[in-house]
């Protein structure tokens, strides 16, 4: 019986091992992917459903430069993205690598077999508690995740793939988070819907605001200045 049991603990120690040894060469294939984009400037539409305010379908332009330099801007250079915990681009959220990966089973979602990892970042001071991703472990591709905030709340994200995947760029993201916990950005004067909240009621606690990005193209490790980074 001892004999079946010492077994089984070595079984089951090898098991957990390799588990482990998975998860983090999916973690690792995933950053790799994410990190080869040193900086991006991207054209694309943003729509914003928020339920208290009225802003239209935006061009805009977006620029990344690694590790988490990150910026949407439509016309007169206005950022537009709300401020606080969200990380909109995945390789913003791979590119410390201070972290640790535990895998989380399986989940069929949308049709496609997804790996399911959470990260727990190692340093206390994080303003991240854990994300929790789920990868398309056959492309090395992040289909959704799951971002808990010390300051933010949670925020999720959904990206839909194309003719970037190669890089880990998404042809759309849609960004989902509750509007009570986030700030606009310093400088946007969107007019408040008159059909729903007024500007002197309080936001309800459950109002969901929706970001759909929309990429139409890449220009991908070019470089870019300082400046498009800078608040105006």
Do not use: C
């Not at 079946?4 to 973690?27: C, G, H, N, P, T």
């Amino acid at each position: 019986m001892r004999h079946f049991l010492l077994i089984s603990i070595l079984f089951f120690s090898a098991a957990v091992k390799l588990q482990a040894q998975s998860v983090d060469e999916v973690v690792q294939a995933l950053r790799t992917k994410l990190t080869s984009v040193k900086d991006y400037e991207a054209v694309g539409k943003l729509k914003t459903d928020v339920a208290f305010l009225k802003i239209p379908l935006s061009t805009v332009r977006i620029y990344y430069r690694s590790p988490d330099q990150f910026r949407i801007k439509k016309e007169k250079g206005v950022s537009v993205l709300p401020k606080g915990g969200i990380k909109v681009n995945m390789g913003t959220l791979l590119a410390v690598g201070n972290q640790t990966a535990l895998a989380s089973g399986r989940i069929k979602w949308k049709g496609a077999d997804l790996a399911i990892v959470k990260l727990i970042p190692n340093d206390p001071e994080s303003d991240i508690v854990l994300t929790t991703l789920y990868v398309d472990d056959q492309r090395m591709l992040i289909r959704k995740s799951i971002t808990t905030t010390r300051e933010n709340g949670t925020y999720e994200m959904e990206m839909e793939y194309g003719k970037y995947a190669k890089w880990g760029l998404p042809d759309k993201t849609v960004v989902l988070f509750n509007t009570k916990e986030y700030k606009l950005p310093k400088g946007i004067t969107f007019e408040y819907d008159p059909g729903s909240v007024s500007k002197k009621e309080k936001v309800p606690p459950s109002t969901k605001g929706r970001i759909e990005l929309y990429y139409d193209g890449y220009e991908i490790n070019k470089g870019l200045k300082n400046d498009v980074f800078l608040e105006k």
